[in-house]
């Protein structure tokens, strides 16, 4: 099925891909813009992936564990199901997902990413979400943490998704999102995610890269407005349910028969 390879020089391949030029030869692109060119997204992945795990639990006050959970839950995975993780980085929520006993493999095309994550368990392919190295109906289920929002053209990625799941197939997008309670939402966006980069600044091996999730968190539909793009794209039934208090929501879907 897989016809990506599940090695580092898959990954180097998939960089490639991406338009890139052998690591050592380029500059290292620090944040991208909200224009999300493949090879500085990439890039800037490469530039976070050594203390990605840390940063994010410092940042999500060890939060991400039980968003990871939920979105584990969410698939309803049973033993022996195939499941794809797209923009799985370093695998952090590929290895929550097989704790089902389904049989998941992680996807990303940032090489310094699937590299941080080597010494997890799961098989990694190199490749990038909007021209997948999979077979049409390949999957059972289809997920993907906190990536869909880093992809160039999030339609044409859940689209690709759709692609390569089973009609019936299930998908499950685990993104931050807009908080419900008004008070809140204010302070988080006009204060908390100004704030983001300096905290960064303390604990990520490029805080330059958390200005750009900070401004990406803000720009990126609410949970209404991603329902709506989902069920555009080859999919039905979309439902969302939020996670602390609409900080983070899950959209689930079915592969359209
Ligand atoms: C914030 S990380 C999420 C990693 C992991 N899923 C998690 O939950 O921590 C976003 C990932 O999306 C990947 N990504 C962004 N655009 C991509 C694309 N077009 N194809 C494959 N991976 C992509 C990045 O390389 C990065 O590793």
Redesign the pocket.
Known sequence: MARGRSDAAGAAAAVAAAGRAAPGSVTRVNRASLQ?D?RE??SM?DGVARR??LT?TVLSFGL?RSW?QATRRALGLRPGERVL??????A??TVELARSGAWCVA????QG?LTAGRGRAVPKVA????HLPYADASFDAVT????LR???DTDA?LAEMARVTRPGGRLVV?EFSTPVFGPFRTVYMEYLMKALPQVAEAVSSNPDAYVYLAESIRAWPDQRGLAQRIDATGWSGTEWRNLTGGITALHRAVRRG
């Open positions: 999300k493949p997204v990439a992945f990605y795990d994010n991400d990871r993780d797209l923009a799985a980085g370093t952090v929520s996807t990303d095309f940032s990413m490749g990038d979400a909007l993907i943490s906190f990536g880093n992809v160039a990625a685990c």
